[in-house]
């Protein structure tokens, strides 16, 4: 018996994956697996969840290949860039499908290679990362804007990286 969970979240769809798998996986479950993985990336990249999440789809396609496993983090920083580098609006939604949709089928792809048991242990693996995508917060970014502000005998606390700018002689 197969029970899927999808759920639409954020800026794309969102396969949040459910699945009991008989002794023999179906193709539509392989490919249901492979969709699931593919829109986590995408959604995963702009959040703090990325180097976790990052590194695990790296270790599945890198199947214990520490030179595959670097490859593939390249890949996966080549996606995140794409995505950070699109425009708003039916650029960056063509841009997220066409992102989907390569992971998708590369995870379909080494899904259908694999024997059964290991089958089974890729997508418990791939349902962790599609959870923790789900779960994951876009990055947060904050900007402060004190141009017009004052300040004596003034002190700024605080934590992260900050730029501070001297406009005394404007």
């Known amino acids: 018996m197969t029970n899927w969970l999808i759920a639409v979240r954020g800026r794309t769809t969102l396969v949040v994956l459910s699945c009991d798998v008989g002794d023999d996986m179906l193709v539509e479950g392989l490919i249901a697996v492979a969709a699931a993985g593919g829109g986590a990336i995408v959604q995963a990249a702009g959040t703090d969840a990325w180097n976790g999440i990052r590194g695990g789809f790296a270790r599945i396609f890198g199947r214990g290949e520490a030179a595959r496993e670097q490859v593939e983090l390249e890949r996966l920083d080549q996606t995140r860039a794409v995505l950070e580098a699109a425009q708003e609006g039916d650029e960056a939604q063509r841009v997220e499908?066409?992102?989907?949709?390569?992971?998708?089928?590369?995870?379909?792809?080494?899904?259908?290679?694999?024997?059964?048991?290991?089958?089974?242990q890729v997508v418990a693996e791939l349902q962790a990362l599609v959870a923790e995508a789900a779960a994951a917060k876009p990055a947060e970014t904050v900007h402060n804007d004190f141009s017009r502000a004052s300040f004596t005998n003034s002190q700024v606390l605080g934590s992260g990286s900050m730029t501070v700018t001297n406009n005394y002689d404007k």
Do not use: G, M, N, S
């Open 97 to 120: 499908i066409a992102q989907v949709a390569r992971w998708q089928t590369r995870l379909e792809t080494l899904l259908e290679e694999l024997p059964e048991a290991e089958q089974q």
